[in-house]
């Protein structure tokens, strides 16, 4: 790990993305909570929460940090899911990966929520939105972010 030891304490913040592209169809199943499992959305929004606080034991050279905040939010599209995924901490190192590692498992845990009604879906998308604080300021995705 980097020896982050002499580095000052500060907020940081960081938002990531992904995307679970599925038949149309697929999504009319889930907005009647047609699911032999339950609501996806909310089972994959805990999953990432859950996930970004473990983000140091699935990632092996990650710092532990204390989230003080995490969130994932799913929005049903024309053509699948979008996950936003929030985090903050106050630390001496960003919070980049556990947001992306909040994105990442609650798509999974969307695929694996509905893979009863489709095998073909796709996990695509999963990049940094944003972060805040620390040494290198803060950076914003550029481009603009176009779903159905």
Sequence with gaps: MVDVTEKPSTTRTAAAHAFVRMKKSTVASIRRIKNP????LEIARIAGITSAKRTSELIPLCHPL?????????????NGIE?????????????????LVAAA?????????????ERGMEITELYLLAK?????????????????
């Design 132 to 148: 805040s604080g620390g040494r290198s300021g803060s950076y914003v995705r550029p481009g603009p972010r176009k779903r159905n």
């Design 66 to 78: 204390p989230l003080t905040h995490i969130d994932v939010r799913a929005k049903l599209c024309q």
């Design 83 to 99: 996950l936003t995924s929030e985090a903050t901490t106050t630390g001496p190192t960003g919070v980049e990966m556990e947001a």
């Design 105 to 117: 498992v609650a798509a999974l845990t969307i695929y694996d929520m509905c893979k009863a009604l």
């Design 37 to 40: 499992k339950g609501n996806p």
